[in-house]
Nanobody, 122 residues
């Protein structure tokens, strides 16, 4: 199983930017799907963005399209989430996850990081 460690979360003002990183240890097979989820207080986990490890094809939830960019660095075994034009509603704990199927469903991912807190002040 892959171990995932997120970093980069912090307090930022509305309109600001943050870059989250997810470092993966262990073998990421070529067909892996890497995803970012988030969980706001009192809410369910929400799929944010995903990327196919082999091709770099990306997927986003509608609410972040045009603001967030997911990318991967195969040499460093990392997945990044560049977040621009942040809004208070983006406040959440952000989790990195690894799975085998492109899906927005939390249950299809079998490796998870511990999460990193992103807080956007208004």
């Amino acid at each position: 199983q892959v171990q995932l460690v997120e970093s980069g979360g912090e307090l930022v003002q509305t309109g600001g930017s943050l870059r989250l990183s997810c470092a993966a240890s262990g073998h990421l097979f070529s067909g892996a799907v890497m995803a970012w989820f988030r969980q706001a207080p009192g809410k369910e986990h929400e799929f944010v963005a995903g990327i196919l490890w082999s091709t770099g094809r990306t997927f986003y939830v509608d609410s972040v399209k045009g603001r967030f960019t997911v990318s991967r660095d195969s040499a460093k075994n990392t997945v990044n989430l560049q977040m621009n034009s942040l809004k208070p509603e983006d406040t959440a704990v952000y989790y990195c996850a690894a799975g085998r199927v492109v899906s927005s469903s939390r249950g299809t991912y079998n490796s998870w990081g511990q999460g990193t807190q992103v807080t956007v002040s208004s």
